[in-house]
């Protein structure tokens, strides 16, 4: 049976978001703290891969002026640029004269 990846808007669970940040490096998060993180978010998507979370996309920022776009991906079969294209969607959140930046990272 072929992999099945799907790309959508959605937040995941505290969990899933503990376990990737963790998986790239980004240090083990409590889950109250991920909770506080996840529903601050501006928008959010989600990788999945046979129903894992194996990528997450996030528009955070201070809903003003500033606004970092994260991409996070778990294994070297995800595509970052998918990934990328479908954050983009949640640029919605700014306009032209607010500050973007994109961090990045890969698990593997």
């Avoid at 194996?54 to 070297?76: K, M, Q, S």
């Avoid at 954050?87 to 973007?100: F, L």
Wanted: proline letters at 2%.
């Amino acid at each position: 049976m072929k992999d099945q990846l799907i790309l959508k808007e959605q937040i995941p669970t505290e969990k899933e978001f503990i376990t990737i940040r963790d998986l790239v490096g980004w240090g083990k998060a409590d889950k109250e703290a991920a909770i506080i993180s996840l529903n601050r978010g501006l928008y959010t998507v989600c990788l999945r891969k046979n129903g894992e979370l194996v990528g997450l996309g996030r528009v955070v920022g201070d809903g003003g002026l500033y606004f970092y776009i994260t991409i996070a991906w778990a294994e070297v079969g995800a595509n970052p640029r998918d990934i990328e294209e479908k954050t983009e969607e949640g640029r919605g959140h700014a306009d032209s004269s607010d500050w973007i930046d994109w961090i990045a990272v890969c698990a593997a």
